[in-house]
């Protein structure tokens, strides 16, 4: 059975820091490029981040220089490092896999940005 499991999701302040875990099993970590994806209230889903199988990684502009994806092959897990975070980083965040026949989607956590 495919699984994503995302956590680390929360309140936290404008300006502040969260870490988004995703973990994986059920297919073959190695061989998908590994994207985070949100979903603001009322909002279609919008990509953040992704890290290819290379280790190339690539970002959506408004959050380029405060999200950093890693992956660790060992733990099948993928990670966004979020700093200086802003009211309008508030969504459900989504991990998801892709390879060129199959997609796979986690259920969400969610990210709320509030003083």
């Known amino acids: 059975e495919v699984q994503l499991v995302e956590s680390g999701g929360g309140l936290v302040q404008p300006g502040g820091s969260l870490r988004l875990s995703c973990a994986a099993s059920?297919?073959?970590?190695?061989?998908?490029?590994m994207s985070w994806v949100r979903q603001a209230p009322e909002k279609q889903r919008e990509w953040v981040a992704s890290?290819?199988?290379?280790?190339?990684?690539d970002y959506l502009n408004p959050v380029k220089g405060r999200f950093t994806i890693s992956r660790d092959f060992a733990k099948n897990s993928v990670y966004l490092q979020m700093d200086n975070l802003k009211p309008e980083d508030t969504a459900v965040y989504f991990c998801k896999a892709d390879s060129l026949s199959y997609e796979y989607w986690g259920q969400g956590t969610q990210v709320t940005v509030s003083s």
């Open positions: 059920g297919f073959t970590f190695s061989n998908y490029a």
């Open positions: 890290i290819f199988r290379d280790g190339r990684t």
